[in-house]
C-alpha cells in the first residue's frame, strides 16, 4: 500500500523561483528517499535522509525530516527549467528495505 | 556511479503472449532486485522482491503465475509476463541497491513500456 503522501500533486512555477514540495507518512521508516522521474523514464535518486537525520543539502536541494510529524520536504531552489519532471519521496523499512513510493509532485518549471 | 540496464525500454506484444524483461546491474551486484508497475501519472508500485538464487517475493495481489521472475545470477533479473493481456499494458521498472542497507539510495532501470494488442 502506498505509505507517502505527496503535496502539492502538481505544481507550476517561473525558472529562478524555489519550488517546495511536503510527503507525510505513516509507519515508522529507516530513511526517506526522494527521486526524480522525467516523463516516461525510469528514477533518479536525488537523496537520502535517515532517520535520526532532520535537514540535509545537495547542490540546490535542501531536504527535510521530521519524524514526530512522519513529514519531509523538498525544497529545490533557484529553479531551472530543466527540473521539471515528477519528484516522489519513498520511505524504506523492513530487513530488506524495500522502498514504498508517495503519489508524487509534478513540477513544470516555465522559462 | 551505479547502473542498471534494462531492456528492451519499449515492447508491443499480441495479446496471448510472453514478455521478458531484463535488469542488469552493471558495475555492482545486486542479490537484491525489485521490480516496480507505474500506471500514467500514478506512482510505483512495488510488484516483487527479486533475490539472487531463491524465489522471489511478491506483493499482495501479484500474481506469481503471471508475473514470473528469475534472479539467475548476482547481475541479472529477469521478468516475464507471460499470457499477456491488454490490462497489463504498464511501465515496469525495475531498481537495485549498490551500497550498504540504508545508506544508500536505490538505481532504477530506465524502465520498459509493454503495450499489448
Known amino acids: 500500500s502506498q505509505q507517502g503522501e505527496e503535496d502539492p500533486q502538481a505544481l507550476s512555477i517561473q525558472e529562478g523561483e524555489n519550488a517546495t514540495m511536503n510527503c507525510s507518512y505513516k509507519?515508522?521508516?529507516?530513511?526517506l528517499q526522494w527521486y526524480r522521474q522525467n516523463s516516461g523514464r525510469g528514477l533518479v535518486h536525488l537523496i537520502l535522509?535517515?532517520?535520526?537525520?532532520r535537514e540535509k543539502h545537495s547542490g540546490r536541494l535542501r531536504v527535510t525530516l521530521d519524524t514526530s510529524k512522519k513529514s519531509s520536504s523538498l525544497l529545490i531552489t533557484a529553479s531551472r527549467a530543466a527540473d521539471t519532471a515528477s519528484y516522489f519521496c519513498?520511505?524504506?523499512?523492513?530487513?530488506?528495505?524495500?522502498?514504498?513510493f508517495g503519489k508524487g509532485t509534478l513540477l513544470t518549471v516555465n522559462p | 556511479g551505479a547502473v542498471v540496464s534494462q531492456h528492451p525500454s519499449r515492447v508491443i506484444c499480441k495479446s496471448g503472449t510472453s514478455v521478458k524483461i531484463e535488469c542488469r546491474s552493471l558495475?555492482?551486484?545486486?542479490?537484491?532486485m525489485f521490480w516496480y508497475r507505474q500506471f500514467p501519472k500514478q506512482s510505483l508500485m512495488l510488484m516483487a522482491t527479486?533475490?539472487?538464487?531463491?524465489?522471489?517475493?511478491?506483493e499482495q495481489g501479484v500474481e506469481k503465475d503471471k508475473f514470473l521472475i528469475n534472479h539467475a545470477s548476482l547481475t541479472l533479473s529477469t521478468l516475464t509476463v507471460t499470457s499477456a493481456h491488454p490490462e497489463d499494458s504498464s511501465f515496469y521498472i525495475c531498481?537495485?541497491?549498490?551500497?550498504?542497507?540504508?545508506?544508500?539510495?536505490?538505481?532504477f532501470g530506465s524502465g520498459t513500456r509493454l503495450t499489448v494488442v
Open positions: 527479486s533475490n539472487e538464487g531463491s524465489k522471489a517475493t511478491y
Open positions: 558495475d555492482f551486484q545486486a542479490t537484491t
Open positions: 531498481s537495485a541497491r549498490a551500497g550498504a542497507q540504508g545508506n544508500y539510495g536505490y538505481t
Open positions: 535522509i535517515r532517520s535520526n537525520e
Open positions: 519513498a520511505t524504506g523499512r523492513g530487513s530488506n528495505y524495500k522502498l514504498t
Open positions: 509507519t515508522s521508516i529507516n530513511n
